[in-house]
C-alpha cells in the first residue's frame, strides 16, 4: 500500500466532479434508475443538465465548507472519460463511520474497471478518511453491485422487506457493512497468496 496513489490506478483515476462538464453526463446517467436513486431527487425522472450543475455546485460547495461528505468522479485512466461517481456521504466522524455511494455508467465499464475503482474508493474511505467501518445501503435488485460489495468483504446486515420502490415494484433494502479490520485482513491475504 505505501507509494500506491490514492487517485491514480492503472485504468481509472478518482478526480474532483467538474459540476460544468459533468453535469452533462450526469444528465443522461438519471435515466438510470439506480443513478437516480443515488442522486436521490424526489420522483424519477430525467434531470436537465443545468439542474444538475445547480445541485453539483451545491453540494460540491457544502461539502467544502461542512467537510462531512466527499465526491469523486471515476475517469478513464488513459482517456480521461468520465464513467462512474462515487462518495462518502453521512460521515460521522466521532464514530469513524460513513456510508458510501458508488456508481458505474455501463456493463463493459463495470467489468474492466469496477473492481479496481471500488478498491480504490475503499482505501480512500478507511486509510485518508480513518473510517472504521463503511456502509453501503442498496435495493436487493442491483445485482452486480450487490456481487462487487460481497466480493470485497462486505457483510449483509440488515434485510428491510419492501423498504425501496424500483421500477414499478417494492423490493427489499439491503445494508451492507464493511470494517477496517476485516478490510485490512483481506488485504493482507491478497499479499500473501
Known sequence: ???????IGELVDLSAIDPEKDAVTFSKWSVDPAFF????????????VHELKKKLEEKMKKADEKHDNYYFALRKHDSNDLVGYAAFIWLRPSHQVGALLFYIADAENWQTLGQEAYQMILRYGFMELSLNRIEMFLPA?????????????????????????????????????????????SLAEVIHA
Open 1 to 7: 500500500m505505501i507509494g500506491k496513489s490514492l487517485y
Open 37 to 48: 436513486r443515488m442522486m436521490d431527487e424526489g420522483f424519477f425522472r430525467q434531470l436537465p
Open 141 to 185: 435488485n442491483q445485482e452486480i453491485l450487490i456481487a462487487l460489495v460481497e466480493k470485497n468483504g462486505f457483510l449483509r446486515e440488515i434485510q428491510m422487506r419492501e423498504a425501496s420502490f424500483h421500477e414499478g415494484k417494492f423490493v427489499d433494502r439491503l445494508v451492507y457493512g464493511l470494517l477496517k479490520s476485516d478490510y485490512k485482513k
